[in-house]
Antibody, heavy 123, light 108 residues
Framework: QVQLVESGGGVVQPGGSLRLSCAAS????????MHWVRQAPGKGLEWVAF????????YYADSVKGRFTISRDNSKNTLYLQMNSLRAEDTAVYYCAKDLSVGRSYGDYFDYWGQGTLVTVSS | EIVLTQSPATLSLSPGERATLSCRAS??????LAWYQQKPGQAPRLLIYDASNRATGIPARFSGSGSGTDFTLTISSLEPEDFAVYYCQQRSNWPSYTFGQGTKLEIK
């Protein structure tokens, strides 16, 4: 069965950095695009970033462009999110999510999600 | 940016009743709309994609309809486990995904 397990969350000061990881299993990781989606406490969902199955294309929400970098290591079945210049408004649970469709150059829907990792940006 | 507006914000119903949730887009998204269910402390779960296709393992009591700007998620007969928050999401304006603000379905 598909499993996605996020790690790396924690408390960081404004302006700081953090790297999230998402370990995937139960499917052919290298064949699917992957996403990060976040949810601020008590709020709705916000898409953050997408990476193509082979890592060649990456897309970002305007709110994180230039500060966050999505990457993947298909040899380790792992997705990453490097977060720099963090702000209070980046405080959220960060979910990794698998793309619904195999082998697409751009994103589809999110058919499997991890349980999330909480990032708190506070001084 | 395409704005998705869900209504009502809260829906109070009893088990066995029919639930009808609405999602309206600020401009046409064709059929590129999905519905997700989220329970407290859990990750969202994909229910419906491309407006009317049930995702793998989703019970037949869940159905989606609509196209263009107006969409509906219907739960034909509510089970106790269906009480949750429901979000719609569009992928028409790639890569600018947007979600609705959610509808909370609560037990009456």
């Amino acid at each position: 069965q598909v499993q996605l397990v996020e790690s790396g969350g924690g408390v960081v000061q404004p302006g700081g950095s953090l790297r999230l990881s998402c370990a995937a299993s139960g499917f052919t990781f290298s064949s699917y695009g992957m996403h990060w989606v976040r949810q601020a406490p008590g709020k709705g969902l916000e898409w953050v970033a997408f990476i193509r199955y082979d890592g060649s294309n990456k897309y970002y929400a305007d709110s994180v462009k230039g500060r966050f970098t999505i990457s993947r290591d298909n040899s380790k079945n792992t997705l990453y999110l490097q977060m720099n210049s963090l702000r209070a408004e980046d405080t959220a649970v960060y979910y990794c999510a698998k793309d619904l469709s195999v082998g697409r150059s751009y994103g589809d829907y999110f058919d499997y999600w991890g349980q999330g990792t909480l990032v708190t940006v506070s001084s | 940016e395409i704005v998705l507006t869900q209504s009502p914000a809260t829906l109070s119903l009893s088990p066995g009743e029919r639930a009808t949730l609405s999602c309206r887009a600020s401009q046409s998204v064709s059929s590129y709309l999905a519905w997700y269910q989220q329970k407290p402390g859990q990750a969202p779960r994909l229910l419906i994609y491309d407006a009317s296709n049930r995702a793998t393992g989703i019970p037949a009591r869940f159905s989606g309809s609509g196209s263009g700007t107006d969409f509906t998620l219907t739960i034909s007969s509510l089970e106790p486990e269906d009480f949750a928050v429901y979000y719609c999401q569009q992928r028409s304006n790639w890569p600018s995904y947007t979600f609705g603000q959610g509808t909370k379905l609560e037990i009456k």
